[in-house]
């Protein structure tokens, strides 16, 4: 990201872009720190490279249904806050599909 001027008084707020990385970057933050259950970031991990492999509406479908699953995985998690903003960056992605 560039900015014309850099100001870090102003504390430009960064928006990441719907993809893939970004939920990984989440999820791996999730392991290192064990804020959700190793289960869960396998299982979480092994759905991101199942929707990553599919196009269109698939993929559409099957982030859908992984944020809904990982919606529930907030309330018992450690770290529920990182869990939702994973959630949040899966649902972009499923909007950002085409």
Do not use: H
């Not at 989440?26 to 196009?55: C, F, H, K, P």
């Not at 698939?58 to 990982?70: I, P």
């Amino acid at each position: 990201m560039r900015f014309a001027e850099y100001n870090p008084q102003s504390q430009p707020k960064i928006e990441w872009p719907a993809a893939f990385p970004v939920v990984r970057s989440y999820l791996d933050q999730l392991v290192r720190w064990n804020g959700l259950a190793m289960e869960r970031t396998t299982s979480i991990a092994s759905a991101l490279d199942a929707a990553e492999q599919q196009s269109g509406k698939s993929r559409r479908d099957a982030l859908n249904a992984l944020a809904k699953q990982v919606d529930r995985d907030v309330k018992g998690a450690k770290d529920p806050d990182r869990v939702k903003m994973m959630s949040d960056a899966i649902k972009s992605l499923a909007k950002a599909t085409k």
